[in-house]
Every structure is written in C-alpha cells, then in structure tokens.
C-alpha cells in the first residue's frame, strides 16, 4: 500500500491587536464543531501569541491543509504548510492538560 502525503499547518505570526477576521477563522476551523464558541477562539489566539510559531493542524491532506493556509493568510496570518510523517488529523487542544488533574498518588484524573 503506498502511504499518502500528509501535511501539517503552522501559525508562524499574526498582526495584533488581532483583528476580528483572524478570531472568525479560529472559530471556524479550530473551535468545538458543536458550540463554534467565540470565547474559545479567544482563547486560543492568546495562546498562539505566546506560542507562536504553533502547529495548529497536523496529518491533513495537502488539498485541505493548504485551504486551512490559504483562509489564514487572508487573515494576514503568516503560515506554512510542511509535509508530515504523522498520518492521522489533529487539531491543537491547548486545555488538554487543564483537562487532567494530580492525584496525591501521582495519577491523573479527569475532571
């Protein structure tokens, strides 16, 4: 079976103070599907200020990493698309470790 090329997209920069169209594109592509919740979005923008350059996508297929690419840059966004090893689609989630709680025992639970 030949393996498929596979993509990953990166925020290397945005202008700030952010524009509404910036917050509109990460609440269309990196919010809760069901919620698309604005407050999520800001958010996350927050957290690619002080992570950036961030790999948002990852495993996509190089068709629709480059229109994720293309709707940022519209944006003004500064982003890359580079070739992936990684198969499989994922989506940053910065909350994933908020999610999860020490126990006293060393474990993490979920809250």
């Not at 596979?6 to 202008?15: A, C, G, L, N, S």
């Not at 580079?82 to 198969?87: D, W």
Request: net charge positive; proline share 6%; aromatic share 10%.
């Amino acid at each position: 079976m030949k393996h498929q090329r596979r993509y990953m997209v990166t925020i290397e920069d945005f202008p700030t103070p952010t524009s509404p169209r910036f917050i509109k594109v990460l609440k269309t592509f990196c919010t809760n599907s069901a919620t698309k919740s604005l407050s999520e979005a800001v958010t996350l923008e927050k957290y690619l200020l002080a992570n950036l350059p961030c790999l948002l996508f990852v495993g996509l297929d190089e068709d629709v990493a480059e229109h994720i690419a293309h709707v940022f840059r519209e944006a003004n966004a500064k982003v890359a698309v580079e070739e992936t090893p990684l198969s499989h689609p994922m989506v940053l989630s910065p909350s994933a470790n908020q999610k999860y709680e020490a126990t006293f025992f060393g474990r993490r639970i979920i809250k």
